[in-house]
C-alpha cells in the first residue's frame, strides 16, 4: 500500500470511523443540523449545547458515510468539547487549511497535533469533502441554518 | 445472453486494446485499470482521428452555407444521422435526433411530447431502478404539470417483471419509461415484452438505452419502442452527443424542444412556423464534430462486432462477480438471469467511497456511490455501492487486478 493510501488510512482514522466518539444524538441541543455530501451519500447530523456564554458545553453527531467523514466528524467532536463558538470557528479555518494542504491559521499548536491525521486527506482531492462535511454542517448548526452540503 | 458464453478464441483483446492509446498509461503508478465504463468509455484512436481529420480539412457549419466546405461538413453530419439509424435499424433517417446528451434526448420526450399531455392526475409508469436521467424529467412533469408517478418494483435479484409493469399501467397512464439495461445492477428487460404489453394498453414506451446500446444489437423497429435514447460517450465516441430515436409519427405531432436557428422554417415579428422533424429538434449549431465521431465509434464497433463484444464483457463480468463472491463478506447487486457486464458490490463494513480510493490506489478505477440511482439505492437499502463495469478492451488480467485490489482493501479495514 502506497504511502499517501497509508497516511490516509492510518490507525487512528480506522478507530475514530470504527468507534466514533460523541456518536448519537444530543437531547438539550440547542444548535442542530445536517451535512449532506450528495456526491457519495455521506450524511452527518451535528448536535451542539451552546451555553450562555457562548461556550460549548457538548457536541455530538450522527450519520452514515465513508470512514474518512465519520473519523472527522468524531475528530471534531472531541477537539470542540468546552470550546468557545469563536474558537470552533477559527479551528473550522484551520482545519480546511490542513485538508488542503495548506498553510494557515485557525489552530494552535495543540489542536494541529490532534488533527495531523487529517492531514493525508491533502493527498486526496476526491475526499476533501468528505473530510470537512461535518465541520461544516457544525458551522451550520451554529449559524442556526438546518442544513449544510459540501459537494 | 442465457447460455454460458465461450471465451471467443479470436478475441484479440491485445490488439484491440492496442486501439485506445489512454489504456497503456499508469495512474499512481500502476497499470490503469479502467473499469468504469459505465460511467464512460475510452476513445478508440479511430475517432480521434476522424474527429481531428473532420476539424483539419473539412469542416464548417452544416445547412446553412452555400459555400464547399459547408457542403461537405453537412454531408458528413447527415452521413452520421444515417449510420446511427443503421445502427438501430431505424426505418428512417428522420427517426434520428442528435441532443448533446442521452439526458437531454429524454428530457426531449418530457418536454416536446408527454408535457402537452399530461393532465393534473395523468400516470407515468418507470422502475424503481431508472437512472436519474429517466426520472427526473418526470418529476418535472409531477412539480408542473400535477403528473402521478406510478413506481414498478425489482425483485431482490434485480429482475423486472413486465407482467408487474403492465399492472401498473391504468386509464390514467400516459407514458412507461424504462430502463433498456440497469447502470446499477445490469439488469436487462425484457424491453420487446414490454413494449408488447404497453401498446397492447395502447401505452406509449420511453427506452432509457444508454446502457442498452452499448452491449449487442439493437433493433428499434423489432423492440417497435416508441423512443429510445443513448449517448456518444458511453459508445466509445466522444461526450457531446447523444441521440433520441423517435417513431415518425410521434415526431409529427410534438412541439420543438429548444427554440432557435435550423428548427425554423420562417420567423417574422409576429410569427415563427417550424421546420419538419429532425430538424424541428435540432436548434443551433448542432454537435458536429462530435456527431462524425460517433459515426465513427459506431464504426468501430461494428468492425470488432457488437454481439462478440458483448459476449466478451459478460464472460468477464461473470467471471468477476464470481471471484467477487468467492471472497469473505462480499454482497453483490443484481443477479437477473440477463445481465449485462456491469457488477455492483458492496464490501460489507467498507463504504464504497473508501473501497474504490484503495482500488483507485492499485490503479483500478472503478465508481463508487449512488451511481445516480438514489430510489434503486433506498430499495435495497445502501448508501451506495461499488461498481466494476466492463469494455469491449478489458481483460481477465483486469480481473486479477480488481480482485486483488478489493483484498487489498479487506485487508486495511478488516
Known amino acids: 500500500m502506497d504511502q499517501n493510501l497509508r497516511e490516509l488510512y492510518q490507525e487512528i482514522i480506522l478507530d475514530h470511523s470504527r468507534h466514533p466518539r460523541h456518536f448519537g444524538a444530543l437531547a438539550e441541543a440547542n444548535h442542530v443540523a445536517e451535512g449532506h455530501n450528495p456526491l457519495c451519500g455521506d450524511k452527518v447530523k451535528v448536535y451542539l449545547k451552546v451555553d450562555e456564554n457562548d461556550r460549548i458545553a457538548d457536541v455530538a453527531f450522527e450519520g452514515k458515510g465513508c470512514a474518512i467523514s465519520v473519523a472527522s466528524a468524531s475528530l471534531m467532536t472531541e477537539l470542540l468539547q468546552g470550546r468557545s463558538v469563536g474558537e470552533a470557528e477559527r479551528m473550522m479555518g484551520g482545519f480546511l487549511h490542513l485538508v488542503k494542504g495548506e498553510d494557515g491559521p485557525g489552530l494552535d499548536s495543540e489542536d494541529k497535533e490532534r488533527l495531523e491525521v487529517m492531514a493525508g486527506v491533502s493527498a486526496f482531492p476526491m475526499r476533501v469533502k468528505c473530510a470537512t462535511l461535518a465541520w461544516h454542517a457544525m458551522k451550520a448548526a451554529l449559524d442556526g441554518e438546518n442544513a449544510a452540503r459540501t459537494e | 445472453m442465457n447460455a454460458e458464453p465461450k471465451k471467443a478464441t479470436s478475441y484479440d483483446v491485445s490488439a484491440l486494446r492496442r486501439d485506445f492509446p489512454i489504456l497503456s498509461r499508469e495512474v499512481h503508478g500502476k497499470k490503469l485499470v479502467y473499469l468504469d465504463n459505465a460511467a464512460s468509455a475510452q476513445k478508440p484512436k479511430r475517432v480521434l482521428d476522424a474527429m481531428s481529420a473532420f476539424m483539419t480539412s473539412e469542416y464548417a457549419n452544416v445547412h446553412r452555407g452555400v459555400h464547399y466546405l459547408s457542403g461537405v461538413a453537412t454531408e458528413r453530419y447527415e452521413e452520421a444521422r444515417v449510420r446511427v439509424q443503421r445502427f438501430l435499424n431505424a426505418g428512417y433517417s428522420g427517426e434520428i435526433i442528435f441532443t448533446k446528451g442521452g439526458t437531454e434526448a429524454i428530457n426531449l420526450v418530457a418536454e416536446s411530447y408527454l408535457a402537452t399531455r399530461i393532465e393534473p392526475g395523468d400516470e407515468i409508469v418507470l422502475s424503481v431502478m431508472e437512472h436519474h436521467s429517466n426520472i427526473v424529467p418526470w418529476h418535472f412533469l409531477r412539480e408542473r404539470h400535477g403528473a402521478v408517478l406510478k413506481w414498478v418494483e425489482v425483485s431482490d435479484l434485480g429482475e423486472l417483471d413486465p407482467a408487474d409493469v403492465a399492472r401498473a399501467i391504468t386509464g390514467k397512464t400516459k407514458l412507461v419509461a424504462i430502463s433498456h439495461m440497469s447502470n446499477v445492477l445490469g439488469t436487462k428487460t425484457a424491453l420487446d415484452e414490454i413494449t408488447r404489453l404497453a401498446h397492447a394498453k395502447g401505452i406509449p414506451v420511453m427506452a432509457d438505452g444508454c446502457q442498452g446500446a452499448v452491449h449487442g444489437i439493437i433493433d428499434v423497429q423489432a423492440l417497435d419502442v416508441d423512443f429510445y435514447a443513448l ?64 459515426a465513427a465509434a459506431l464504426d468501430y464497433l461494428d468492425s470488432v462486432g457488437r454481439e462478440v463484444a458483448a459476449a466478451h464483457e459478460i464472460a468477464l463480468a461473470r467471471t468477476a462477480q464470481k471471484r467477487l463472491k468467492e471472497m469473505n463478506r462480499i454482497r453483490i447487486f443484481g443477479e437477473s438471469r440477463d445481465k449485462g457486464p456491469i457488477i455492483s458490490f458492496e464490501a460489507i463494513g467498507i463504504h464504497a467511497h473508501d473501497l474504490a480510493t484503495i482500488l483507485d490506489r492499485e490503479g483500478v478505477a472503478v465508481r463508487g456511490g449512488h451511481h445516480c440511482a438514489q430510489p434503486l439505492m433506498e430499495r435495497f437499502q445502501v448508501a451506495g455501492t461499488a461498481r466494476a463495469s466492463f469494455a469491449l478492451y478489458n481483460t481477465y488480467e483486469e480481473v486479477d487486478a480488481l480482485v486483488a485490489a478489493v483484498g487489498e482493501a479487506r485487508r486495511v479495514f478488516g
Open chain 2, 231 to 294: 449517448t456518444g460517450h458511453k459508445l466509445y465516441g466522444p461526450t457531446g452527443v447523444g441521440v433520441l430515436y423517435a417513431k415518425r409519427a410521434h415526431l409529427k405531432a410534438m412541439r420543438p424542444y429548444q427554440g432557435g436557428g435550423e428548427m425554423i422554417r420562417e420567423v417574422t415579428r409576429a410569427n415563427v412556423t417550424y421546420a419538419d422533424a429532425p430538424m424541428r429538434f435540432e436548434a443551433g449549431t448542432p454537435p458536429i464534430v462530435q456527431a462524425v465521431g460517433l
